[in-house]
């Protein structure tokens, strides 16, 4: 009889591509396990959407593994303590697992390596964060040095097909995973979800098959929300139902713009970058000053908050993606960098907050990537204050066509002419807010925190 190899899953839930479970393989019969460890990440436990798309990728994962021949053990509690006793009780004395980049999953990893032989791998990102680094020797502050050095390690290895793995002797105890209860019940709000998304590595097939047919008009699309002209693979690229090498290879080719695509990749192996060098990113702003910009609090803050969250701020294009956010888990990327705009500076409300309600109800909630792209928004992170630069939402949703995407959202103003939907002015309908903030009271307030913050 072999000893097993536990393969201990986070968010890396496929079977492809998938380098912890090909060693594993090869060395011995496999026990995968997921835990569920709401302890270790502390006050940044997965989100209600994220619980969401963690049930039913683990229930695809599940019926994947057991069409092999294997089965997905879950446990619950903290990963060290209930790896350990996974080991003990099934002989494991080895266990594989992909590097993951979080602060918190990085401490358990040096944990759990104190107490059980643990090898790691690279799976998650086109480069492992932390490797490309500038002549000298040190890592990128910038996107646009970072990707250039990034290219020149690509194309990444070619996708590594799904293994062979071997049942061990006897299965070790499973929770049963509706015990978890990670869905919605009461109210079921996951209906808009269901409708748009197959979490599990064969719906984030299927995502990547349509998309790499369109993959080659990516740029003159990709701005528009009222189209899909982007590939949505981001929730399946966070779980890891999809590598990023097979992205690449399965869109490479394409042709057109597809070189635009790539580089949001690039986008995202950048953020793991950032985030490996500033494990707080998501709590402080990098820029110290900013920790002195008057940020709104107080009551009237709050009712401004939840206006936005509610999409009720009477600008109809924020008020669409707050909509499509609330629905589906995921908005369009043109309209969070507008939301987020909006939220930091009209409504002068700490990034932080925004940082945090996406991370509650987004699907493709990803720590570097939320954090990074927030700080980005505020001005406050690695790159260029951007926070003078205050995007107006009534001139970005002519600009990028987004009546129909309007009227999708925000159902009250569907009757509108596209002329009028952008900013219904007289025309508003009964039941439509008022706008929350003018446009140009906000910026001057903006504008007249950021002066007041530099003068500190
Ligand atoms: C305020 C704000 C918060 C965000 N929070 C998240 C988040 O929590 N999780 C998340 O995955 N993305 C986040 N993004 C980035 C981006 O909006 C999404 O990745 C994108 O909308 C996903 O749609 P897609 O898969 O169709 O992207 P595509 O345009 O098809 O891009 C392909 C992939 O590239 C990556 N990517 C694209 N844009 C970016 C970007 N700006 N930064 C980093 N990676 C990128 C994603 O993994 C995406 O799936 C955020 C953007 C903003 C402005």
Redesign the pocket.
């Known amino acids: 009889m072999t000893t097993p190899i536990i393969v201990w899953l986070r968010r890396d839930l496929r079977l492809a591509d998938q380098p912890a479970f090909r060693a594993a393989g090869a060395r011995g019969p496999v026990i995968p396990v997921y835990l569920l460890d709401d302890e270790t990440p502390k006050h940044r436990k997965m989100g209600a959407a994220s619980r969401w798309w963690l049930h039913h990728s683990l229930a695809n994962l599940a019926a994947d593994l057991e069409q092999v021949g294997s089965r997905l053990i879950l446990r619950r509690g903290k990963c060290d303590e209930v790896l350990a006793a996974l080991a003990a009780e099934s002989g494991a004395r080895e266990v594989h697992g992909l590097h993951h980049v979080e602060p918190w999953w990085r401490n358990a990893e040096r944990a759990v390596g104190k107490v059980l032989d643990l090898m790691l791998h690279h799976g998650l990102y086109l480069a492992p964060p932390g490797s490309v680094l500038t002549g000298g020797g040190t890592p990128f502050k910038i996107y646009t040095p970072f990707w250039r050095a990034l290219q020149e390690r690509l194309p990444p290895a070619p996708p590594l097909p799904a293994p062979k793995l071997t049942a061990p002797a006897s299965w070790p105890a499973s929770d049963r995973l509706e015990d978890w209860h990670l869905l919605p019940t009461r109210p079921d709000w996951a209906g808009g979800m269901r409708a748009e998304w197959t979490p599990g590595e064969g719906g984030a097939a299927e995502r990547l098959e349509t998309?790499t047919r369109r993959a080659a008009r990516?740029a003159e699309r990709?701005n528009l929300p009222s189209m899909i002209g982007?590939?949505?693979?981001?929730?399946h690229?966070?779980f890891g139902e999809v590598s990023p090498a097979q992205?690449w290879h399965a869109v490479a080719n394409a042709g057109g713009s597809v070189t635009t695509?790539l580089g949001?990749?690039g986008?995202?192996d950048?953020?793991a970058n950032v985030i490996h060098q500033f494990p707080d990113y998501a709590a402080r702003s990098y820029k110290e000053e900013f920790e002195h910009l008057p940020w709104r609090t107080g009551p009237e803050a709050e009712a401004d908050l939840m206006a936005w969250q509610q999409g009720r701020t009477g600008y109809p294009i924020v008020d669409a993606g707050m909509r499509e956010l609330w629905a589906t888990g995921?908005?369009?990327?043109r309209v969070?960098?507008i939301?987020?705009s909006f939220l930091i500076k009209h409504l002068l409300i700490d990034w932080r907050r925004?940082?945090e309600w996406?991370?509650d109800t987004?699907v493709?909630?990803?720590h570097a990537?939320?954090a990074?792209?927030?700080q980005?928004?505020a001005g406050s992170g690695v790159d260029a204050n951007m926070f003078v630069r205050i995007m107006a939402p009534l001139t970005q949703s002519p600009k990028f066509d987004a009546a129909g995407y309007i009227r999708q959202w925000v159902p009250e103003l569907a009757r509108l002419g596209d002329a009028e939907i952008h900013d219904p002015g007289l025309l508003r309908p009964r039941g439509y807010p008022a706008k929350i903030i003018e446009h140009v009271v906000g910026r001057a307030r903006a504008l007249a925190a950021h002066a007041a913050m530099k003068a500190v």
Do not use: C, I, K
């Open positions: 998309f990516y990709r982007t590939s949505r693979l981001s929730p690229l966070h992205v695509f949001e990749l986008w995202r950048y953020a995921w908005m369009h990327n969070r960098m939301v987020a925004g940082e996406f991370w987004l493709d909630a990803d990537q939320n990074v792209n927030w980005w928004s």
